[in-house]
T-cell receptor
Framework: GENVEQHPSTLSVQEGDSAVIKCTYS??????FPWYKQELGKGPQLIID?????GEKKDQRIAVTLNKTAKHFSLHITETQPEDSAVYFC???????????FGAGTILRVKS | DAMVIQNPRYQVTQFGKPVTLSCSQT?????MYWYQQKSSQAPKLLFH???????NEADTPDNFQSRRPNTSFCFLDIRSPGLGDAAMYLC??????????????FGPGTRLTVL
């Protein structure tokens, strides 16, 4: 089945710097890749997603890139702020089983 | 504004005592999911309903059951909770329009403690 690997597991950046989180997936048939932000004690919140017919998508300070050939996708956060501190999960939609497969998560800490 | 609502937010139960967690949605979505999330781990899918069709994950223990009496509500029943079932339980929904893969929207979760 689909397997999603996410790196790094923890990331500390200074306020104002950029943060990049990378994920790789195994199922070449996967066609949908969302990113979720989860704050302590809360449910995951969708922050951005990308479909396989697009290479890049941007929403203000957040961008996602997708390389289908290499089977990896990345989250880019620019001008980080303390409120960006959270756990970030990538996911890939597996057609086998028709479900989302999540990465292990990245703890992002933005230091002010 | 809440679209996926979970009640209660915190639930404490005793070892072996049945417990029910509730999820409701105002989105009129066809699909509802239940995930288990343990500390510092990714959400793990337990099962989902597509309308009234129940889809169980192969590795979901029999101890976990679900009911969906109507479009808006879905329940997670844990028949005999063990200490290992202490976790955050997340409900999610998606439109289920077919063809195009749908975005999943999560509720705030219910934190289950087993004493």
């Amino acid at each position: 089945g689909e397997n999603v690997e996410q790196h790094p597991s923890t990331l500390s950046v200074q306020e104002g710097d950029s943060a990049v989180i990378k994920c790789t997936y195994s199922d070449s048939a996967s066609n949908y890749f969302p990113w979720y932000k989860q704050e302590l004690g809360k449910g995951p919140q969708l922050i951005i997603d990308i479909r396989s017919n697009v290479g890049e998508k941007k929403d203000q300070r957040i961008a996602v890139t997708l390389n289908k050939t290499a089977k990896h996708f990345s989250l880019h956060i620019t001008e980080t702020q303390p409120e960006d501190s959270a756990v970030y999960f990538c996911a890939a939609h597996s057609r086998k089983g028709n479900k989302l497969v999540f990465g292990a998560g990245t703890i992002l800490r933005v230091k002010s | 504004d809440a679209m996926v609502i979970q009640n209660p937010r915190y639930q404490v139960t005793q070892f072996g005592k049945p417990v029910t967690l509730s999820c409701s949605q105002t989105l009129n979505h066809n699909v509802m999911y239940w995930y288990q999330q343990k500390s510092s781990q990714a959400p793990k899918l337990l099962f989902h309903y597509y309308d009234k069709d129940f889809n169980n994950e192969a590795d979901t223990p029999d101890n976990f059951q679900s009911r969906r009496p109507n479009t808006s509500f879905c329940f997670l029943d844990i028949r005999s909770p063990g200490l290992g079932d202490a976790a955050m339980y997340l409900c999610a929904t998606s439109r289920g329009s077919g063809g195009r893969t749908d975005t999943q929207y999560f509720g705030p979760g219910t934190r289950l403690t087993v004493l």
